[in-house]
């Protein structure tokens, strides 16, 4: 069964730093584009950051450019997002996105919770 794990979210300061992963298991990781959405309360899940499955080219969304960083690992099969300089409208739930474009399958982790506040 496939899964997608999340882990390193919590409670951290303005201006403080969280490093979030992401391990997948059973799916042909390589084949992937890896990505992260978050969702904050009242609030559609907005794309966040992406990173492709061959390239690894990488795409930020306007809000976290510059201090946001995604990588993956296709030997680890895992995917980080360093989240550095965080704000109180980084706050949301965090969730892992697989999607392999040339059969369009998609899969999402269950969310880590990112709370940024003094």
């Known amino acids: 069964q496939v899964q997608l794990v999340e882990s390193g979210g919590g409670l951290v300061q303005p201006g403080g730093s969280l490093r979030l992963s992401c391990a997948a298991s059973?799916?042909?990781?390589?084949?992937?584009?890896m990505r992260w959405y978050r969702q904050a309360p009242g609030k559609e899940r907005e794309l966040v950051a992406g990173?492709?499955?061959?390239?690894?080219?990488?795409n930020y969304a306007d809000s976290v450019k510059g201090r946001f960083t995604i990588s993956r690992d296709n030997a680890k099969n895992t995917v980080t997002l360093q989240m550095n300089d965080l704000k109180p409208e980084d706050t949301a739930v965090y969730y892992c996105?697989?999607?392999?474009?040339?059969?369009?399958?998609?899969?999402w982790g269950q969310g880590t919770q990112v709370t940024v506040s003094s």
């Open positions: 059973e799916i042909t990781f390589k084949n992937y584009v």
């Open positions: 996105n697989a999607y392999w474009v040339l059969i369009r399958r998609n899969y």
């Open positions: 990173i492709g499955s061959s390239s690894g080219s990488t």
